[in-house]
Nanobody, 120 residues
Framework: QVQVVESGGGLVQPGGSLRLSCEAS????????MGWYRQAPGKQRDLVAT???????NYADSVKGRFTISRDNAKKTVYLQMNSLRPEDTAVYYC??????????????WGEGTQVTVSS
């Protein structure tokens, strides 16, 4: 019914930049909040940034000033521009979309994740 697909991960040197994209598709009536989360090996999944349908943003303290979240409602896509990357940003990055599906209701849908590795 709803698919969430991330792209844009990879290997980058410290201080470098990456841009992640996440597209939601399927039988979607409305997308409310969209967000990025990350999970490093052996750690819990943590919030990175979220953005409301009206473009109100929220960031984890660890990424403020370095990461920027944005969205294109027409394309059902959310982006994460990551600058000044650090080794501690290494993790699998997951996208979440809070979606209203006709006949089903409202719920959160996750992508399968994209690996970001920051290393020299």
């Amino acid at each position: 019914q709803v698919q969430v697909v991330e792209s844009g991960g990879g290997l980058v040197q410290p201080g470098g930049s990456l841009r992640l994209s996440c597209e939601a598709s399927g039988n979607i009536f409305i997308i409310y909040d969209m967000g990025w989360y990350r999970q490093a090996p052996g750690k819990q999944r943590d919030l990175v940034a979220t953005i409301s349908r009206g473009a109100i943003t929220n960031y984890a303290d660890s990424v403020k000033g370095r990461f920027t979240i944005s969205r294109d409602n027409a394309k059902k896509t959310v982006y994460l521009q990551m600058n000044s990357l650090r080794p501690e940003d290494t993790a699998v990055y997951y996208c979440n979309a809070d979606v209203l599906v006709p006949g089903v209701g409202r719920g959160g849908y996750w992508g399968e994740g994209t690996q970001v590795t920051v290393s020299s």
